[in-house]
């Protein structure tokens, strides 16, 4: 019984060391440290690397690490030789002092003028317009045989010349847009317009000093009737694209 005993007793003893040789509780808190101690020092020397040579292009070229801001276009691409002479950057009225320098805030009060000197532009249209239908209306009954008109007209063709003047000058002084597209609208037409009728407004007023004054009718009456009628016809047609 003695030997039976003591054999059970070690069978006993060497399970339990089998067991705690195969426990992994006592086992885990000392080798997970290890294996990680062997795995993460890899990933953070990578790492280090991947951020130290992020640091060193941001250092050594900046220029190159981040997008460069885009500049902002201030005059449009197809500008006229007009609006650069007046308003480009090295244009007269920068370099005279008149017009601040080219820059966003000075855009933007530019702008502003140009609308209110388009809109004076289209004002004066109309009242050029009256003018014009009257002075050509005064020239008619002058061809009629009402020499009374005379000084009516006279004074219709003074004013009509004024505020063309005037209202030309209007939109060929204004600043010029930020952008300004290569498209046919009425616009377009409108300027297309404008140079038949600035060349009637100068054609006619020559053919009418030419016309002496005489009541009866003469070839270069006709002929500044007819110059008169067209420049009339084309500046109403060019202010009606504009404004419907």
């Not at 991947?50 to 250092?59: A, H, W």
């Not at 006229?80 to 933007?108: C, H, Q, V, Y």
């Not at 249209?125 to 050509?136: D, E, I």
Request: net charge positive.
């Amino acid at each position: 019984m003695k030997y039976i005993a003591m054999v059970a007793v070690l069978t006993v003893l060497s399970i339990q060391t089998m067991l705690g040789q195969d426990d992994p509780l006592p086992l885990v808190p000392e080798a997970a440290p290890q294996s990680n101690q062997m795995f993460m020092p890899q990933l953070d020397v990578r790492t280090q690397l991947v951020l130290d040579q992020i640091s060193r292009d941001q250092f050594l070229a900046p220029s190159d690490s981040f997008p460069r801001p885009t500049a902002r276009k201030l005059l449009p691409n197809n500008i006229s030789w007009m609006e650069k002479g007046l308003w480009g950057e090295d244009g007269f009225l920068r370099t005279s002092g008149i017009a601040a320098p080219l820059t966003p805030e000075s855009r933007t009060s530019e702008l502003s003028l140009r609308r209110g000197m388009l809109v004076a532009h289209q004002i004066g249209g109309f009242v050029t317009l009256g003018l014009m239908a009257s002075a050509a209306y005064a020239g008619q009954k002058i061809i009629d045989g009402n020499s009374g008109y005379r000084p009516y007209h006279q004074a219709f063709v003074a004013g009509t010349i004024a505020t063309y003047s005037i209202t030309g000058l209007l939109s060929i002084l204004s600043p010029p847009p930020v952008i300004r597209r290569d498209e046919f609208s009425t616009t377009t037409l409108h300027k297309t317009l404008a140079w038949v009728h600035a060349a009637g407004m100068i054609i006619t007023p020559i053919l009418g000093s030419m016309i002496g004054r005489r009541s009866s009718s003469t070839q270069k009456e006709h002929i500044h009737q007819l110059s008169g009628y067209i420049t009339l016809t084309t500046f109403a047609a060019s202010m009606i694209t504009v404004t419907f």
